[in-house]
């Protein structure tokens, strides 16, 4: 695919390639291993303009499209896929959010923060009781005067415990009315508003993953954003453009773990030759390498329809759904190509693995994807 990226793709696939090669590769199984996640690593991602990629320039970002951003994120995460992660979580979901739905004025006021890294971004939908369920949250926000009270807890929030700044969806309204939820921008430091339980992860584990907790905390009118119970419809909206994140990311991770997987298989003999000139290995690599073309075609398509302002909805849903799946394929065929050695941390390979699992859960899983793509279907 590197021959159809255009001029802005291909200088941000080699500024991203350089930095991650000497910044982010030495690091990354410390950080694994510490479940640190490197904040002002993280923050430097913003001096390269990659943490508002799609933010316009006026408001501090890069002024690129959903094109531009694909390349971040998938190249980012052929390295780490955490450190892809916390790039996705922190562009699309409370950024995008923002974005999106914000007034002139908030969008002045927390944009320049977030697109420059000087701010780092959280965005609280998912409780413990409710995964794909968001309808029946129990974090509530309540009218008093010129401010609104929030009480609940939001679970699984990338930058829970780092973010500066969140977007936090609470229930305003009856339980189960989807015009019952609305959207506010809640900064650290508000009282009432602090961290909770940092969770121990399978894979994404130098991506910051905690509870946010909110206790009688007041939120000023002038920080909702949107309309009053207009939260969950902003959500949906939201997750549109996050499933294409969460795509650029599996193909990253895919891409990551097929590198590695060529690249072994042509270096280890058996038998006196390379395994790669294995019919049973060259099978492999094939049906790799197709997977990861086709996952990354779909997910262009669908970041070309977001930045031509068409419908995205099914085809978000379908490229996140497939390149997830794929992630998880093409790593787990990269362990079994390295035999022993993948399944030890020396090699990248079982990174890749546990990493990209968490593709086909967050964001909505999988199952959540193909309930999104046969109602459009169907209508």
Request: include cysteine; aromatic fraction near 8%.
């Amino acid at each position: 695919m590197a021959s159809a990226l255009n001029e802005n793709q291909q200088m941000i696939s080699q500024m991203v390639k350089d930095f991650c090669q000497k910044e982010i590769k030495p690091h990354l199984m410390d950080w694994d291993e510490s479940q640190k996640f490197p904040i002002e690593l993280f923050k430097k991602l913003g001096g390269l303009g990659l943490l508002g990629v799609v933010v316009p320039e006026e408001y501090g970002g890069s002024g690129f499209g959903y094109a531009e951003y694909y390349t971040a994120v998938s190249e980012i995460s052929r390295v780490c896929g955490s450190i892809g992660l916390s790039t996705a979580a922190h562009n699309s979901l409370c950024t995008g959010h923002i974005l999106a739905f914000g007034n002139e004025e908030q969008k002045k006021k927390w944009l320049p923060k977030l697109a420059t890294g000087e701010w780092i971004g959280a965005w609280g939908l998912t409780e413990s009781n409710t995964g794909s369920d968001a309808l029946r949250m129990k974090t509530t926000a309540v009218k008093e005067g010129n401010e609104w009270v929030l009480n609940g807890a939001k679970n699984w929030i990338t930058h829970g415990i780092s973010g500066d700044v969140a977007v936090v969806l609470a229930r305003s309204g009856d339980l189960l009315d989807s015009r019952g939820i609305t959207a506010f921008v809640v900064e650290r430091g508000t009282p009432g508003f602090k961290a909770g339980k940092k969770e121990n992860k399978l894979g994404m584990r130098a991506s910051e993953t905690a509870e946010m907790i909110f206790e009688d905390c007041r939120i000023p009118e002038e920080n909702v954003l949107g309309e009053v119970g207009q939260g969950f419809i902003q959500a949906m909206k939201v997750l549109d453009g996050g499933r294409i994140s969460i795509a650029a990311l599996s193909v990253g991770i895919a891409k990551g773990a097929y590198d590695a997987a060529l690249q072994y298989s042509k270096e280890r003999e058996q038998f006196g030759k390379p395994i790669s000139s294995f019919q049973a290995i060259s099978f492999k690599l094939a049906d790799m390498a197709t997977q990861i073309e086709a996952a990354e075609l779909l997910t262009l398509q669908a970041a070309h329809l977001k930045d031509t302002g068409q419908d995205v909805t099914t085809k978000s849903a379908m490229a996140k759904y497939y390149a997830s799946e794929v992630a998880v394929s093409v790593s787990t065929e990269a362990v079994q190509i390295f035999g022993g050695y993948g399944y030890t941390k020396e090699y990248p390979v079982e990174k890749f693995y546990r990493d990209s699992k968490l593709c086909t859960i967050g964001e909505g899983t999988s199952e959540i994807q193909k309930l999104v793509i046969s109602r459009n279907i169907l209508q």
